[in-house]
């Protein structure tokens, strides 16, 4: 009896061992089988002045601002038990304006490219939240500046919701139980396409000033007989956190009746207030930002992925253009990529991502340019500004044929493997992750002089080590190889481990050392 007892206790730590082997892949590789997806789930609301509520159109003119509910729709790994995880909101793409009229083949939060990267990610043991944001602007209008106007607006609207999402997951581990299992410290924000544009504000516009000062007047509305007027004014349009509420007042130069507004209409309401909107990690896929003034040295990295000969959203500094369904509209000069990313290395704010490991970053060798956050790419299927993203075609847009839009979801993919891998290990620096543990090398007992005792353990076990080679972290997993314990900066020689209210049973005690790791089975009983 006691050598079978003696057999299953082995097989059980072999079992528990190669599962907490498995979970070091967690953050750099998919260590999750199934994914949990969620319903839209509203966190927030606000106004919006596109006359319409819930994707309908509502062709009532002069109906001024509505509230609008705000939702995420969640995609977390089945069966994680963990409760400090990353957070990545993603923001889909979409110019702006709902989907059956964009003039684009994606829009929504249930885009393939959106399921896609984030079913990824859940599986590597991210928590993803697909998000709505605010849309509505006029890029068919004919006066210029008011087509400028009013995307101007709608950009800033999505940066306040933003700001307020991040408000929100802060608030949900300090105020709601930490019902999403985050850790508000490592939230990232990921835009795609229209989102990269909302990413990009929100990592690096953060004072009111820096519109005010935004060079070549791109956010100045000039106006005979008055003189420059702020195209944002924050006493209208609330802060740039979004925090309200707001009263839109009409100068006799704006024609409210074209652009939505209505004299005493609500334009921003807060949400969840007393919380920061600071973010850790900023990431773009296209977009641009408005200006590279906005970027100061200690800001957030940014991890950007963009066509050098993308025609609406340059790479480099130059004009944006939005498809409708007339064509192309030219709008306002941004920033891409290729500007961004070499201010990004020059002023210091990617050099965490020096930190990767020799060996980790396989997608480093070829990359076609040598920033260290920004991954370009060339020489797409259709010159193609957004080779990622991809539609079905047994459901193509209302009244679009399924041609018009890319369907080989297969290209798409491989694209999309190459964003992630890039992503990964930087993301794991930036982050702070402790990704690459994983790979250092199995310790002795004899190496760091560990005792570790008494085991079987009834109430606490005490560890200790040689005074030069402390224990750097210490975590507990069970048999399933579920995290029940971690202290993951101890950096000392001497620990107790309490049992608290561990049950009886076999666990597995991992310690970690500047030169390796020590993996030990532990009995309570």
Not at 51 to 62: C, Q
Not at 73 to 94: A, C, N, V
Not at 349 to 360: C, L, R
Not at 435 to 460: G, I
Request: charged share 15%; glycine share 10%; hydrophobic share 35%.
């Amino acid at each position: 009896m006691r050598i079978f007892t003696k057999f299953f206790i082995g097989l059980a730590f072999l079992m528990t061992y190669s599962m907490v082997q498995a979970q070091e892949g967690r953050y750099t590789k998919e260590v999750f089988t199934n994914v949990n997806v969620s319903d839209l789930i509203p966190l927030q609301s606000n106004f919006t002045v596109m006359p319409w509520v819930g994707g309908l159109l509502n062709s009532t003119p002069g109906l001024g601002s509505q509230r609008q509910p705000l939702r995420v729709q969640f995609y977390t790994p089945e069966g994680d038990t963990k409760t400090d995880r990353p957070l990545i909101i993603y923001l889909h793409t979409g110019n702006f304006i709902p989907f059956s009229f964009n003039g684009s083949c994606g829009g929504t939060v249930a885009d393939s490219t959106n399921v896609e990267i984030a079913t990824r990610l859940a599986k590597m043991g991210y928590v993803v939240a697909v998000a709505e944001y605010r849309q509505g602007w006029l890029p068919t209008i004919e006066q210029e500046l008011l087509k400028r106007y009013t995307l101007i607006q709608a950009a800033y609207r999505g940066v306040q919701d933003v700001n307020a999402y991040v408000r929100y997951f802060r608030k949900s581990v300090a105020e709601l139980g930490n019902i999403h299992g985050i850790d508000p410290d490592k939230i990232t924000v990921w835009g795609q396409g229209t989102g990269g544009y909302l990413s990009l504000a929100s990592g690096y516009l953060h004072d009111y000033s820096e519109i005010l000062s935004t060079p070549g007047a791109k956010w100045i509305l000039p106006v005979e007989g008055v003189g420059n007027v702020p195209m944002i004014i924050e006493g209208q349009n609330g802060t740039i956190t979004g925090e309200g509420p707001t009263t839109f007042s009409s100068p006799a130069y704006i024609p409210t009746a074209a652009i939505g507004f209505k004299n005493g209409d609500t334009l921003c309401v807060e949400n969840h207030p007393g919380y920061s909107s600071k973010f850790a990690l900023t990431v773009n896929m296209g977009g641009a930002l408005g200006d590279t003034s906005w970027i100061n040295k200690g800001e957030t990295p940014l991890i950007s992925f963009h066509v050098a000969s993308d025609a609406l959203a340059p790479c480099q500094t130059g004009i944006l253009r939005v498809p409708t369904e007339r064509g192309p509209e030219p709008v306002v000069e941004v920033s891409g990529s290729c500007d961004v990313a070499v201010i990004m290395d020059r002023i210091g704010n990617n050099d965490i991502f020096k930190t990767i490991p020799e060996g980790e970053d396989p997608y480093n060798a070829s990359n076609p340019v040598s920033s260290l956050g920004f991954y370009q790419f060339d020489n797409t299927p259709a010159d193609s500004g957004a080779p990622w993203e991809w539609t079905f075609a047994s459901q193509p847009k209302p009244g679009q044929q399924p041609t018009d839009c890319n369907t080989d979801a297969e290209s798409a993919r491989r694209y999309i493997d190459t964003i992630i891998g890039y992503f990964a290990p930087r993301a794991c620096v930036a982050l702070g992750l402790d990704c690459f543990t994983s790979s250092a090398k199995d310790l002795t007992e004899t190496q760091v002089n560990l005792k570790m005792s008494p085991n079987p353990a009834s109430d606490q076990l005490n560890l200790s080590v040689s005074e030069d080679t402390p224990i750097k972290s210490i975590a507990l997993h069970d048999i399933s190889g579920r995290m029940l314990f971690n202290v993951p900066e101890l950096n000392a020689s001497r620990y107790t481990l309490h049992r608290n209210q561990i049950q009886n049973g076999i666990y597995i005690i991992r310690l970690q050392f500047e030169k390796g790791v020590i993996s030990k089975k532990v009995v309570f009983d």
